[in-house]
């Protein structure tokens, strides 16, 4: 028996999750799809995600050398580096492959991260943060899409290739598989894009592979239904309502598989927009929030000049979340008479 | 049937409760030393009546109420008064405690004692009986039952509600209580509706227990008392008053306002046993029930305690530690008092002792606040304790009691929700006793 016990202020027991299990399950939950990648685009795409992960690291261990703080293991910057490299594009030319991705992980951890006060002060996803800054810094590096399981040659993403093969088209294709195929003189179909036989960033491809990952989430009450659901459910009626217009057949026919299983879509939806830090603390402004990822998502991917729109739809509501948070206060137990009285 | 709880937030611990006991061996051993605190209430501490070298007989005063907000406190054990000291309680307070040790006969424990009838007593002698025995409110917040009991000239009462709820976790005292003396609980709450004229009366329990609830229900039917058992869903705290009142009868009780102000008055179950032996046994209080609890004790189990047994000697009796108890709890696990070491006796408010284990306890490193919002889900009291914490942490109390500092009841849930591991709780209530102390220096 010891000497003393410990004292602590009351409550005495915990349920045990911590930042630690947090981060890190949301890692293993990436798994899947950090393999996928590997295996549809090869070596490269290992690569790219070790310097983005390890340039995470060594940026998060400078901020703790300056700070004099001990969070390298906590899972935060391994995570951020992590979805770097899922939302980078699978092969670079020269050495893009290693300064795109340390310059997305270097701002991300330093800048978005970092320089707010670190982990739980930052009012982005930094990890997108990371990604929108290599976009536009080498977009012509980080618009490349190397097609599956064939080296070295690339293609558009079935997104992109919808944009562009919508302008000027001529032809009789009435939605976007179809169209697809068409321009691009291939065969997929929705299984294809379901298991993730596409181009496209090494992590988003396979929806089957991430929606794993999202129940692994769900099971361990990591993500919140209240997020999710709504972006899925407001995305899914938009697309549904309007995007047939794109192909001329009119409302209430857009394709909803094509857009659920393309262009990052179920990676946004459960392991960006859900981030903990990023996204609103009461349930009704998580609501307000995922409906309005879902609604931006949808306007920005339709009708706006890039093909896909997660990441900036995602940003966006990201920056208006301590607005939400002003205004989904949850009523104060023992005033609500109180205030209609002073009223 | 569908089951009434407050609305908002709470939380879903593991229950761990574990009520076994043995009806004939329900009694822990007495204690050959008892050290007995003069303030094991709310309120003023007693004052000390004997003086080292006295002899006092079993259920002798000792200490004296000292005004209106106190309590008498009452030997538990026959014998000579040995010391004098101060002691730390398991709140962290110093108090002076009488040190007794047993010699002489015990007079009263163990024979049956006689029962005194009381339909013929006066309201006000009851509420003097009550407070010449040192009842005081045993769900944990030690509240002297007489004041609580008083009521404002003319104020008709509207619900008596009886606190069985027993949310914390490991916790099973009521519930033996409950399942072993439902008729003297029955007596009890005749006593108190006596005493406070109630149109209703309620008992609210978690459904965990709907054994002791069914037992009840039939006591009252048989015993003819209207009293209606209500259970409730298993979420803490559903036991905490403000939140048990509002699934009861639905009412919120106004922020910084007392249950009375709607129409309630709430007792623990337990308190409604202690009134019965004070009025029909005539005995003070001067023993417990006390769920000895938690994956460090061998035998864990609920006892009966004479007040002053230290928590060494309770915990030797239950087959000692079985390994290395990370943290010793007085109270339950969401809101009770760690205790430095095991020489700490039990006192009137003790409804638990747990020795937890590492494993139990699950603490870990403090990080940042990561917004995840789990605080806000488990606030009971629609507080943003996340934002609380940070604006004590800047020093803006002020601001904080504007966004509900106050209303904080310390149950725990956010802190027990935050994967953080922050120190939600201590935080408040640092931040509470700084807006006190800045009141009372303008």
């Known amino acids: 028996m010891k000497d003393k016990l410990v004292i602590t202020s009351s409550p005495q027991f915990h349920n045990g999750d911590s930042t630690l299990t947090v981060m890190w399950s949301v890692s293993i939950a990436l798994l899947p799809a950090v393999i996928w990648g590997v295996i549809m685009f090869g070596l490269s795409a290992l690569w790219i995600m070790v310097v983005s992960v390890l340039s995470a690291l060594l940026a998060e261990y400078l901020l703790n050398r300056v700070y004099n703080k001990s969070t390298l293991w906590d899972g935060s910057a391994f995570l951020t580096g992590l979805l770097i490299g899922l939302n980078m594009p699978p092969d670079m030319p020269g050495l893009a492959w290693i300064y795109v991705p340390l310059g997305a992980s270097f701002f991300a951890i330093l800048i978005v991260k970092g320089a707010f006060g670190g982990l739980g002060n930052n009012w982005m996803n930094p990890a997108l943060g990371g990604r929108v800054f290599v976009f536009f810094s080498w977009t012509n590096h980080m618009t490349v899409w190397e097609k599956p399981l064939v080296d070295g040659v690339t293609g558009a993403t079935p997104l992109g290739g919808v944009k562009s093969g919508l302008l000027g088209y001529s032809g009789s294709a009435s939605n976007p598989l179809d169209l697809l195929n068409d321009v691009t003189n291939s065969n997929l179909t929705y299984l294809d894009l379901f298991i993730g036989k596409i181009g496209g960033s090494i992590g988003e491809i396979s929806a089957l592979l991430l929606i794993l990952g999202a129940i692994f989430l769900i099971i361990k009450k990591i993500i919140r239904w209240e997020i999710y659901v709504p972006y899925l459910v407001v995305f899914i009626l938009l697309v549904w309502c309007f995007d047939g217009n794109r192909f001329g057949t009119g409302l209430f026919t857009g394709d909803i598989l094509f857009h659920l299983f393309t262009g990052g879509l179920i990676l946004g939806v459960f392991f960006m927009a859900t981030d903990m830090v990023t996204s609103p603390i009461t349930a009704k402004g998580m609501l307000i929030y995922g409906a309005g990822c879902g609604f931006l998502t949808f306007l920005f991917r339709v009708y706006g000049a890039n093909p896909e729109g997660v990441s900036l739809a995602i940003i966006v509501m990201n920056i208006i979340v301590p607005l939400i948070n002003r205004y989904t206060k949850p009523q104060l137990f023992g005033h609500a008479k109180l205030e209609a009285a002073n009223e | ?442």
């Not at chain 2, 990561?370 to 803006?396: A, E």
């Open chain 2, 1 to 442: 049937m569908k089951l009434k709880s407050f609305p908002k937030g709470g939380i879903h611990p593991p229950h761990r409760k574990n009520s076994s006991y043995s009806p004939d061996d329900l009694n822990a051993s007495l204690p050959s030393i008892a050290t007995i605190p003069l303030s094991q209430h709310i309120g003023a501490p007693s004052k000390c009546i004997v003086k080292v070298g006295d002899t006092v007989n079993e259920e002798d005063l000792i200490g004296e109420a000292s005004g209106f907000v106190s309590s008498n406190i009452h030997t538990s054990i026959p014998g000579e008064v040995i010391e004098i000291k101060d002691l730390f309680l398991p709140n962290g307070r110093v108090c002076p405690a009488v040190v007794i040790e047993t010699k002489g006969e015990f007079s009263r424990i163990g024979k049956s004692l006689e029962i005194y009838p009381w339909d013929d007593i006066e309201k006000e002698k009851l509420i003097e009986i009550i407070k010449d025995s040192g009842i005081v409110g045993l769900g944990g917040a030690t509240f002297p039952t007489h004041v609580k009991l008083t009521l404002p000239e003319g104020f008709e009462l509207e619900n008596l509600i009886i606190n069985a709820a027993e949310c914390e976790p490991y916790l099973s005292s009521d519930h033996v209580l409950m399942l072993e003396f439902s008729r003297e609980i029955t007596t009890g709450l005749k006593i108190l509706k006596k005493i406070l004229e109630p149109k209703n009366i309620y008992v609210g329990m978690e459904v965990n227990k709907k054994d002791a609830g069914d037992l009840l229900t039939k006591t009252f039917k048989e015993e003819n008392l209207d009293a209606s058992v209500v259970l409730l869903k298993n979420k803490y705290p559903q036991g905490a008053e403000k939140n048990l009142i509002k699934a009861i009868i639905g009412k919120e009780i106004p922020s910084g306002k007392l249950p009375l102000s709607v129409g309630v008055i709430n007792v623990n179950v337990s308190t409604v046993y202690a009134i019965y032996e004070a009025v029909c046994l005539k005995r003070p209080l001067v023993e417990r029930f006390v769920t000895v609890g938690g994956g460090a004790v061998k035998n864990p189990g609920v006892y009966r305690v004479r007040v002053g047994t230290s928590v060494r000697s309770l915990i030797e009796e239950c087959g000692g530690f079985t390994e290395e108890p990370e943290k010793v709890i007085f109270g339950g696990p969401m809101m009770g008092f760690t205790v430095f070491d095991l020489d700490v006796p039990v006192t009137k408010g003790t409804s638990g002792i747990l020795a937890l284990t590492k494993k139990e306890v699950n603490s870990a490193r403090t990080t940042n606040c990561l917004k995840c919002g789990r605080c806000v889900d488990g606030c009971p009291m629609g507080l943003v304790p996340s934002k609380l914490f940070k604006l004590i942490d800047h020093n803006l109390c002020d601001e904080a009691v504007e966004n509900g500092l106050n209303d904080c009841v310390e149950c725990g849930s956010c802190a027990y929700n935050c994967p953080a591991h922050l120190f939600l709780v201590q935080q408040f209530r640092a931040g509470k006793s700084i807006v006190r102390r800045s009141k009372g220096a303008k």
